[in-house]
C-alpha cells in the first residue's frame, strides 16, 4: 500500500518489504569479521572482508537505484523531501561528532598531555630529559621526524576544496535556473577539483612515510595527524563517489529546477566535508 | 561538633532498623568507615549530612505518594480532581532543591580543596602499580632510598578453598608500606602497564595510577595500627588480588624499622660481578619467579593458554639464552608481558632465566650470569 | 491490509483488514524484509528479551561465583569477561533496543503517522542489531576469549586483550550505527510526520523524551566510535592516543568515553521517563500536573547532561578546578530530575487512583530511581566518592537507576500496552505476582550493596574478605530470586498472546493518547492511513 495520506492531502509514501537492509547487514558482519581476522593475521580475513565490502557497494547500488527510481517516478512529494532534508542534516551531525572526537584528541594531546609528560614532575621522574614542544611524538620516542608544514601541498589542497565549494554552488544555481549545459560542466569540475585533492593528499602520504620519516606510528603527532586527516579524505573520496553519482544523474536529465534533493544533500555534505578541512588545516597543519 | 551526637543517633537507628530488617547481629561491616585521617572523619561527617538530608527529602517526597496511594484511591470513591500547572508551585520545587544544593556543596568543596593540597609533605613515597603487586620507593624524607615489592601473602589454598581463609584473606601482604604516624604522607602513584589504583579507606585516599604519568595524594595517619585497602581499578586477571597494606608506626619504631631496612638493603645487595654457580642461581631464580612470574605463567611452568603461554617447553625458554633475556628485560608491546628490566636487578633476572631454563621439563644447563644481563641491557 | 505493496493505491484495501498474507512476503521473509513500524517494534522487543536473559545469566555467574569468599566456579578471567559482557549486553542489548522497540511501536501512533519516515531503514537499524550481538558472543570463542576489561572498555588494559577485543570493538561499531539510523528516524519521524493539529506542545511526554533521547544519540554515539577506533588502532597500528611514551594519555579515553558515556545514562533514563509519564496519568485520571515544566525539565537534563562526564573520573588526578566545575554542574542534574519526581507526585495526589500492573510498576520506579538518584547524589560529591568510586556502592546506585529504573518501566510499559499490540488481556494476577517479587529480590540484591560500598569492597573482583560474607550472600540469593521471576514475564507474555481473553477497545479508563483514542484495540496493522483528526 503505502501511499496513504499525508496532512498536505498527499500520500506519504511507505515502501514495500524489500531485503537490502538484510543484505546491508550481513555485509555489515561479513567486514567486521574479516577485519578482526585479518588484522590478527589470519588471511581468510581478506576474503570476508572484500565479500562483505563487494556485497555492501551491492546492497548501496541496488538500494539507491531503487529510491532513485522511486523519485524519478514522482512517488516522493514535499513531506517525503522535508524528512529527507532532515535526516541528511542529523546524519551529516553525526558525522561532526565523529570528527569532534578526533579534534578532541588532538587537543588533550597538545594542550594537556605533552605539557604534562614535560612538567617538573614528570621529568624528574618518569621522562628526564623531555621537553615542551609541538609537534611532539612523546618522551618515549626516540627517531627524528620532520612534522608537515603547511604551505606546500596543504595550502593548495585548501584552495582546491574551496574552489570545488565555489564551482558547487555554481553548478546549484544553474540547476535551479535550468541551465543543464552549466550544470554538468560545473558539477564535473566539481567532481575534478575533489580528485586532484585525493591524489595530492596521497602523494603528500607517501612524501611523509619516505622522506619526513612521519608515519602513523609517529608518537601522537602521527596519530593524530593521519587520522584526522585519514578520515577526511576518506570522507573526501565518499563524497566524491556521491558528486559522480549525481553528475551522472544530472546527465541522465535527472533533478528539477524544484526537485533536486539528492543534488543539495550531496553538496551539504561536500561543504561539510570543506569545513573539516579548514579545522584540520589551521589545527593540524598551520598552528 | 553540636551535630556529631545527631548523626550518632541517625546512625544508630538506620543499624537498628537494619539489625531487624536482615536479622542479623550488628556486627556486620555495612557502614563507612570514620578512618583514622582528619579527612576521613570530614568525609564521614559529609557523607553523614547528606544521608539525613536525603533521607528527610525522600520521606517527604513519598509521605505524599504514599497519602495519595492511599487516600485518593477510585477503590475508596476518590474522584480525580482535574488540577494541573501552578507556577508558584513549580517554581518553589526547582528552587528549593536549588538552594539545598548550594548548602551541600558549599562543605564538599571544602573537604576537596583540602584533599587536594599535596603541598609540603614530611615524606613522598612512589606507589608503582605493576600487573599485579605494588612497588614502593621511598623518595623523600625519613627513609629515603628504601624500595621494595609488595605482593599477596595469602596462600594459593585458602583462595582455593582447600585451607581455612584467615581473617586478612586477600588484604594481607609480604612486606607492607610503613609510614610513621602524624606525618604528612605524600603518595606519588604511577604504573608500569595498565591503569592501576592506590586506595585505602581508613585514610580517605584514592588515587589512579596512571601509566607513564604521575599522579599524587596524601594522608597524616593519626593512630598507629595497620590499614588496608586494595587496588581499585580494573587491571586485568588478578586486579581483586593486588592489596595494600599500611602500617602506620610510632616515630621511634619507624626510626628503627628505616634502620633496619638499609641494614637488609645492603647485606641483600647483589654484586653485579659475582660469578655464581648453578645450584645458587637456580635457587634464587626459584623464588624471584615466585615473586614476580608464578600469577601469569604459573608454579608449574605451564602458564594458562592462550592468555599466557607456558614456559615449560617454550621456544623461547629452550632457544638461544639472549632472546629469552630480552624478553624478561624488554618485555612485550601490547601483552601483559612487562618489561621486568625496571622492576628486577641484573642478578635477579639471571636468576630468573636461569631458572626458566633448568626447571620442568626444560634442561638447556644454561646458566645466565648477572654480566650477560647486563651486556643486553640498553 | 494487503500488505504494503507500493503498486498498491490507496482506495485497494479493506479497512481493519490485517491480513497481511495476500502480497507481501510470509513467515520468516515477512520479518526480516518487514518496513512496517509495528513489526520492527515487536522485533526489537524480543531480541532486547533474550539479550536481557542472555545478560541476566551472566550477572548469575557473577552473583554465583560472588556467593561466598574463595573461588569456586570460574578463574577471575572468565569473571572479568562475565562482568564486561554482562554490562555492554544489558546497557546495548536489552535496554536500549527495549525503548527503541516501545519508540517504532508508539511513535507513529501517538503522533499519528501512517509509520516511521524511513521505513527501510528502519529495518536496516534493527538487523544490524543480531549481528552485533553475535559479534559481541562470538568473541567468548576466540582464543583469549571476551574482553575482560569493563564494560567501559578502559585503555590501555584494552591493548592487552586477545582478538575478542577486536570483535568488541566492531560490535560497538555496529551497535552505534544501529542507534543513529534509529535515532536519525525517530527524531525525524517526530519532527515531519505529526498529524496536522499535533503541535510538539501537544505530543504525548513519551515522543517528547524520545526527541531529546534520539538527539543525545546522534551526538554522542559517534564519539564512543572515534574511542574504540582510536583503541583498534592503538592496537594493531601503531598509533599512540592512549600511550604516554608516545605523547598520548590513558585518560583521554576516559574522557572521551564519558563524554558519551554520561549522556547515555540519560538515553536509559530518559524513555524511561517518558513511559512512566503516559502511565502515571493515565492510572491517575487526571492529566499529567506540569507538561511543560516536564518538557523543559527533560531538555534541561539533556543540556547538563553534557557537561558532568568527568564526575566518573574524580580519582585520575584532574585538576581541582574541573573537580569543583563538574561537580557542581553534577548535582545540578538534581533539580530538573526533582521537578519531573516532584510532576508525578504531584499527578497523582487528588487523583483517582487504581494499581493494575503497569502502574504497579511505575509507583516502583518512582520510589526506587529517586533512592538511586540520591545514591547519585552522594557520589558527585567528589570528597565522598573519592571514598566510594569503584566500590559496590557504585554498583548499587546504577542498578537502582537502571534496572528499577529504566527496566521497571520497560516492565510497566509492556503491561500498559500490551493489550493495544496483541488486542489480549494479560493475567492482572501473575502481573501483581511479578511486580512483588522483582521488588522484593530486586532490593535484595541491591539494597545490600550499599553496605558493601561503603564498608570498601571494590567491584569488579572474583573472590573478597570474609568481612563481607553476609551481604555477598543475600545479594546472590537475591539474585537468583530475581531471575526467576523474570520467567514469569515471559509466561505471561506467552499466555497473554495464546490465550488471554480479548482486551477491550479501551482497557484503561484514564489513557488519552492517540494510540488509545482514535486506533482500534488490537491496532491495525498500519496505523494512520488517513491522520486523524485532532480537536
Ligand atoms: C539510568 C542511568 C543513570 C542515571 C539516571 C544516573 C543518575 C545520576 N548519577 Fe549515575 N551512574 C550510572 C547510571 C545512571 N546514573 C551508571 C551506569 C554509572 C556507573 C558507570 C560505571 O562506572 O560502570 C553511574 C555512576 C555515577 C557516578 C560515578 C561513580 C563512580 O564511579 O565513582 C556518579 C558521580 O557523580 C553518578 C551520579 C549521578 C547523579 C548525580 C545522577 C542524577 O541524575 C540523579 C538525580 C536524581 C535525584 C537526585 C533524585 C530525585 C530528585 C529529587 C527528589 C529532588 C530533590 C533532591 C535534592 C535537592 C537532592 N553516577
Ligand atoms: C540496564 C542494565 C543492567 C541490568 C538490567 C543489570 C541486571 C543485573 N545485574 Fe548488572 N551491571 C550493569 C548493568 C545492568 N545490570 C552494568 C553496566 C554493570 C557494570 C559492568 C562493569 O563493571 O563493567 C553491571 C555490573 C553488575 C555487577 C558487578 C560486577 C562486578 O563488579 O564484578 C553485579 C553483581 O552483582 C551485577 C548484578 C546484576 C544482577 C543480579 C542483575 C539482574 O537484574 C539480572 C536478572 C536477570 C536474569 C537473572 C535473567 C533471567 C533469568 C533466566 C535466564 C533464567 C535462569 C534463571 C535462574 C536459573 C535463576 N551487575
Ligand atoms: Cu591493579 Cu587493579
Ligand atoms: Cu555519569
Known sequence: MAQTTSHAGQKYYVPQPMAWPILGSIALFLMALGGVFAMNSMSTGWIAFSSGVMLILFMLFRWFGAVIAESESGKYAAQEDLSFRWGMSWFIFSEVMFFAGFFGALYWARVQSVPDLASMLHSETLWPGFTEHWPSAGPGFTEKFTPMGAWGIPAINTLLLLSSGVTLTIAHHALKENHRGRLNLFLFLTVALGAVFIVLQGYEYSHAYSELNLKLSTGVYGSTFFMLTGFHGFHVTMGAIMLVVVLVRCMKGHFRPDHHFAFEAVAWYWHFVDVVWLGLFVLVYWL | MASKSRIHAARWAMAALLALISGTAAALEWYMPVGVTRLTQEVYTLHNYVMILVIVIFVGVFAAMFYSVFAHRKSKGHKAAQFHENTTVEVIWTVVPFIILIFVAWPATKSLVAMRDTSNPDITIK?????????????????????????????????????????????????????????????LTTAADVIHSWGVPAFGVKQDAIPGFIRDTWFRAEKTGTYRGQCVELCGKDHGFMPIVVQVLGQEEYAQW????????????????????????????????????????????????????????????????????????????????????????????????????????????????????????? | MSAVLDTHGHGDHEHGDHDHHGHGPTGLMRWITTTNHKDIGTMYLWFSFIMFLVGGVMALVIRAELFQPGLQLVQPEFFNQMTTMHGLIMVFGAIMPAFVGFANWLIPMQIGAPDMAFARMNNWSFWILPFAGALLVLSFFTPGGAPGVGWTLYAPLTIQMGMGMDLTIFAVHLLGMSSIMGSINIVTTILNMRAPGMTLMRMPLFCWTWLITGYLLI?????????????????????????????????????????????????????????????????????????????????????????????????????????????????????????????????????????????????????????????????????????????????????????????????????????????????????KWHFWLSMIFFNMIFFVQHFLGLAGMPRRIPDYNLMFETWNKISSIGAFGFGLTQLLLLYIVLKTIRSGEKAPQMPWEGADSLEWTHLPTPAPHHSFETPPVLK
Not at chain 2, 158 to 182: C, F, M, R, S, W
Not at chain 2, 308 to 321: E, Q, T
Not at chain 3, 361 to 370: E, K
Request: glycine letters at 10%; hydrophobic letters at 45%; a neutral charge.
Open chain 2, 127 to 187: 606507589a608503582t602499580g605493576y600487573q599485579w603487586k605494588w612497588g614502593y620507593d621511598y623518595i623523600k624524607g625519613d627513609g629515603e632510598g628504601i624500595s621494595f615489592l609488595s605482593v599477596l601473602a595469602t596462600p594459593r589454598e585458602q583462595i582455593e578453598g582447600t585451607a581455612e581463609k584467615g581473617e586478612h584473606y586477600l588484604l594481607e601482604v609480604d612486606n607492607p608500606l610503613v609510614v610513621p604516624v602524624g606525618k604528612k604522607v605524600r603518595i
Open chain 3, 219 to 431: 551526538a554522542t554515539m559517534p564519539v564512543l566510535a572515534g574511542a574504540v577506533t582510536m583503541t583498534l588502532t592503538d592496537r594493531h597500528f601503531g598509533t599512540s592516543f592512549f600511550n604516554a611514551a608516545g605523547g598520548g594519555d590513558p585518560v583521554l579515553y576516559q574522557h572521551i568515553f564519558w563524554f558519551f558515556g554520561h549522556p547515555e545514562v540519560y538515553i536509559i533514563a530518559l524513555p524511561a521517563f517518558g513511559v512512566i509519564s503516559q502511565v502515571i496519568p493515565a492510572f491517575s485520571r487526571k492529566p499529567l500536573f506540569g507538561y511543560a515544566s516536564m518538557v523543559y525539565a527533560t531538555s534541561a537534563i539533556a543540556i547538563l547532561s553534557f557537561i558532568v562526564w568527568a564526575h566518573h573520573m574524580y580519582v585520575t588526578g584532574l585538576p581541582i578546578g574541573t573537580q569543583l566545575f563538574f561537580m557542581y554542574a553534577t548535582i545540578l542534574i538534581a533539580v530538573p530530575t526533582g521537578v519531573k519526581v516532584f510532576n508525578w507526585v504531584a499527578t497523582m495526589w487528588q487523583g483517582s487512583l487504581t494499581f493494575e500492573t503497569p502502574m504497579l510498576f511505575a509507583l516502583g520506579f518512582l520510589f526506587l530511581f529517586t533512592l538511586g538518584g540520591f545514591s547519585g547524589l552522594v557520589l558527585a560529591l567528589a570528597p565522598v566518592d573519592i571514598q566510594l568510586q569503584e566500590t559496590y556502592y557504585v554498583v548499587a546506585h546504577f542498578h537502582y537507576v537502571m534496572v528499577a529504573g529504566a527496566l521497571f518501566s520497560a516492565f510497566s510499559g509492556v503491561y500498559f500496552w500490551l493489550p493495544k499490540w496483541t488486542g489480549k488481556m494479560y493475567d492482572e494476577t501473575l502481573g
Open chain 2, 258 to 378: 628505616t634502620a633496619d631496612q638499609k641494614k637488609k638493603a645492603a647485606a641483600a645487595a647483589d654484586d653485579p660481578n659475582k660469578v655464581w654457580t648453578m645450584d645458587d642461581m637456580k635457587a634464587r631464580g626459584q623464588k624471584v619467579y615466585e615473586s614476580n612470574c608464578v600469577a601469569c605463567h604459573q608454579a608449574n611452568g605451564k602458564g594458562a593458554p592462550p592468555a599466557f603461554p607456558p614456559l615449560d617447553g617454550s621456544k623461547i625458554a629452550n632457544g638461544p639464552k639472549e632472546a629469552h633475556i630480552d624478553i624478561v628485560l624488554n618485555g612485550k608491546a601490547n601483552t601483559s608481558m612487562a618489561a621486568f628490566g625496571k622492576q628486577l636487578s641484573d642478578t635477579e633476572i639471571a636468576a630468573v632465566v636461569t631458572y626458566e631454563r633448568n626447571a620442568w621439563g626444560n634442561h638447556t644447563g644454561t646458566l645466565v650470569q648477572p654480566a650477560d644481563v647486563k651486556a643486553r641491557r640498553k
